[in-house]
């Protein structure tokens, strides 16, 4: 059974992750701007940037104007002002982010030259959550009675929750998420090799910068049509 969001659905899509982050780097365009940053015509840009407006990711305005004429519509990335009596609408504006920053990258990768192109993609993940990266997590408080690596666990779930992986913990057999809804899917169907390895450089730079011995073990993609699985070693303290 299908589990992924409307949300999720918006930003698997190359096109409108692109338009998000050209409004996110802080100024309102027009459709035309926009549509000629992107190399497509209007009407399809259009289309995308009403599935941003829907989602809450993107307000549609009038322009202000200090000169007569008819104002043009803008669009402009949603700000905090515009959803702070709304957490709900918060959490999904930094996931937004969050999302914008890692789709760019798994982008970035598709028709270049990478040599190893699983070590290049485990590379990129690891810079995104490393030291000075755009995903890099914030220290989680230690849970009460536990060790490194429960804090490891806990800041690696945090992450996966705001990239709208919709993970499950398992310890069973071996420590593992249970990832249910990934927000890239179409992109890893087609280039598993890049987005699957991605996401576990990505799982190895949340460990690594949180500090501990839990490391990142492997990444099974499509264990179920849209179910895959993070495995992780506990390693030694």
Known sequence: MARRTPAARTLASGTRVELLDLLQQGRARTTPELAALVGLHENTVREHLQRLVDEGYVVREPEVRSVRGRPRTIYRATSPTDVRSNPAAVARLERSIAQVALTKALLDGYGRDVGDVPDAARAVGRDLAGVGGPLRPEPPASPAGGDDSERQLAALEGHLLQLGFDPEFD??????????????????????????????????????????????HALLPFVEPEHCILELDRGSA
């Open 171 to 216: 310890d069973e057999e071996r420590p593992r998420f249970h990832l249910w809804r990934c927000p890239f899917l179409e992109l890893a169907r087609e280039r598993p090799e890049v987005v699957c390895n991605v996401h576990l450089g990505l799982a190895t730079g949340v460990l690594e910068a949180t500090g501990g011995p839990v490391r990142a």
